[in-house]
């Protein structure tokens, strides 16, 4: 609603829980399309944490078949990064600015495909930033109280790095 108010585009967002898989053509093309239309300030990108985090070294650690589902899980995931990394090269090439989320232990900048983004890291073109999701308002879904859960977010907006990096649990 701040965005609205401000006069700022706000996007429908597009959802693998909705249907929308950005490793599909079709997926590719509706992204596309309304980005195109839309052309939103910020982009927003969140991506499965489960293939590439904290757990999955763990299980991939134990072998057998925890870690034939961690590698199942990697593998349907891959082809969602190469849009990923597109889109975000994209918005910035448009002086546009994007907000990427993982947990804090994410690997999923390790994968081949998100090369192009570790270099606009190294380039200073994306800020690397740390939050405790407990200062962001993460919280068990039963029990309400709030959960530490680090979390690393990528943004070309100086401004939201430095609002993302002083929200530290104590």
Known sequence: LLAVTYGLNCGKPLDLNEGWNAGTRSGKRQLSRELEAED????????????????????????????????????????????????????VA?????????????????????????????????????SDGCALGYCDADSGLLNYKPKRFLTTSVVLADALRSHRCS
């Not at 944490?49 to 650690?61: E, T």
């Open 40 to 91: 939103p300030f910020l982009t927003v990108i969140t991506q499965q944490c489960g293939p590439w985090g904290n757990w999955s070294r763990f299980n991939l650690a134990m072998g057998g078949r925890r870690a034939e589902t961690v590698h199942k899980a990697r593998a349907e995931a891959r082809p969602t990064l190469p849009t990923i990394t597109a889109t975000v090269l994209d918005r």
């Open 94 to 130: 448009r002086k546009r600015h994007v907000l990427l989320e993982q947990s804090l232990g994410s690997q999923v900048y390790d994968e081949p495909a998100m090369k192009p983004i570790k270099g606009l890291i190294d380039k200073g073109i994306l800020f690397d930033v740390r």
